[in-house]
């Protein structure tokens, strides 16, 4: 399983709040000794409250991952999202405490890398803040690509403005300096990696860009904030082996959710196929990947399954649950 997170819940102090421009809610969570150790690219699950129930939502790690007095996060207040972030941007206040689970790392550096570029779109600067840290704190030749909507709409300028690697970040604005996204490419090479994080249309863009351009799919990393998915289909079979009971998920129900009926629990969070908490093994069965999370080699390889959103091409699946 590559999902080895820790699940013991942290109660954390918002020790700052502070509204940014475009949108952005900048959080400074703290506790009362030393946080976990981080590196750069990890994201925690921060609980919710919204009118619906409570939720779990995923915000990536801003700050310098050497730094373990606090935790920075950054939230875009999302219309479009299930309400997540609108209830936080409503509710959350300097001084309150929080739930969090985590720190994971599904996004993190590679530092074999002798060339790293990093692409951040609007919020997806996010965890490209924490990876700058970390690769200047190792000297590394990097470069982070910023590209927001306008002047008025850029969060982290302070940040931006003040930070030891200031000269390696170039910020791209769409209405007035767009990002020439061919000459911002470096030559593909074994040792060049290339980051991006952002809106979906943003990401695809430079994820096809890089790689028409050469650069190796392992070599492009990626990370999804949400993800439009559409977890329907035929009816299929499932059979949980080690619990010994066998459902059918019908065309819009999940497995986690047909699974549940029969008391057989899969955790979930994102529920759309981003977050990897509901990753299960397969024992048996053709997979129809939904997610975002797993990648192209482990697709291929037809042992992982993120129940929460991906189904079956095969009439049956056999789960190691
Ligand atoms: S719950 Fe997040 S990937 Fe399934």
Redesign the pocket.
Known sequence: MKDMHDTTPLVLTVAERLDDRGDIMRLTLTADGPLPEVTAGAHIDLLVDTPEGPLWRQYSLAGDPADRSAWRLGILRDPASRGGSIALHQLVKAGEKVHVEGPRNHFALDHSAQKTVLFGGGIGVTPMLAMAWELHAKGADFTLHYCTRSADRMAFADLIETAPFKDRIVVHHDDSAPLDLQAALPAPDAGTHIYVCGPAGYMDWVIQTAENAGHRQKNVHREYFSADVDASGETFEVVAAQSGITVTVGPDETI?KALAREGVKIE????????????TDVLEGEIDHR?Q?LTEEEREEGEMI????SRACSDRLVLDI
């Open positions: 986690a979930v969070k994102c529920e759309e196929g981003i977050c990897g908490t509901c990753v997610d999370f993120c129940a929460c959103c």
